[in-house]
């Protein structure tokens, strides 16, 4: 059971938007900030979204981030077949001491 | 560009001891707090410690306190993770990453390629 809650699954078709939630705690996501990362099929994470809303440098600005209150959102519009991946929310968590990811979620390009 | 190469990887005999290395280069090692996460076959990703900058603040998941100790070698720009009384549940791709930060609490932004550990007789 991960500290931070994902769908397990978002589909939608090309060119489409869709968007994955990602919810936590006061403790975590109430007072710090998300990051988002994709992860294609054998490679290791990458940044895609930091401090809520900030795309890392080099990421299409397809991808967005956004936050309110105890939870974050990542968006994806124009969607592409190349997009299909595992998507993770993370953030440092006040209680724990310590960073906690949620539990991921596959998106499928229909 | 930033390069982090995890190496110690392979398989391990339940109970004993190991280590795993992460070399670093393309940035100033020593101005960034250091992760180790770690992935289970089929499974997302579990966060397991962080060491800052100097290495003298370090925290890790209560899943692996007393039992994996960061540490790391900034003359040496290498990260360590020492890894005690290892179980199966302990095999999964480790992974290397960078911190935005020095203190380790800013996000990571960087990964290494991970390293495959096998807990196994």
């Known amino acids: 059971q991960s500290v931070l809650t994902q769908p397990p699954s978002v589909s939608a078709a090309p060119r489409q938007r869709v968007t994955i939630s990602c919810s936590g705690s006061?403790?975590?996501?109430?007072?710090?900030?998300v990051d988002w990362y994709q992860q294609l099929p054998g490679a290791p994470p990458k940044l895609l979204v930091y401090y809520d809303d900030q795309v890392a440098s080099g990421v299409s600005d397809r991808f967005s981030g956004s936050k309110s209150g105890t939870s974050a959102s990542l968006a994806i519009s124009g969607l592409q077949s190349d997009d299909e991946a595992a998507y993770y929310c993370a953030a440092w968590d006040d209680s724990r001491k310590g960073w906690v990811f949620g539990g991921g979620t596959q998106l499928t390009v229909l | 560009q930033v390069q982090l190469v995890e190496s110690g990887g392979g398989v391990v005999q339940p109970g004993r001891p190991h280590r795993l290395s992460c070399e670093a280069s393309g940035f100033t090692f020593s101005n960034h707090g250091m992760h180790w996460v770690r992935q289970a076959p089929g499974k997302g990703l579990e966060w397991l410690a962080v060491i800052s900058f100097d290495g003298n603040k370090n925290y890790s998941t209560d899943l692996v306190m007393g039992r994996f100790t960061i540490s790391r070698d900034n003359s040496k720009n290498t990260l360590y993770l020492q890894m005690n009384n290892l179980n199966g549940d302990d095999t999964a791709v480790y992974y290397c990453?960078?911190?935005?930060?020095?203190?380790?609490?800013?996000?990571?932004?960087?990964w290494g390629r991970g390293t495959l550990v096998i807990v196994s007789s």
């Open positions: 990453a960078k911190d935005m930060g020095v203190s380790g609490s800013q996000g990571i932004d960087s």
């Open positions: 006061n403790s975590n996501i109430g007072q710090n900030g």
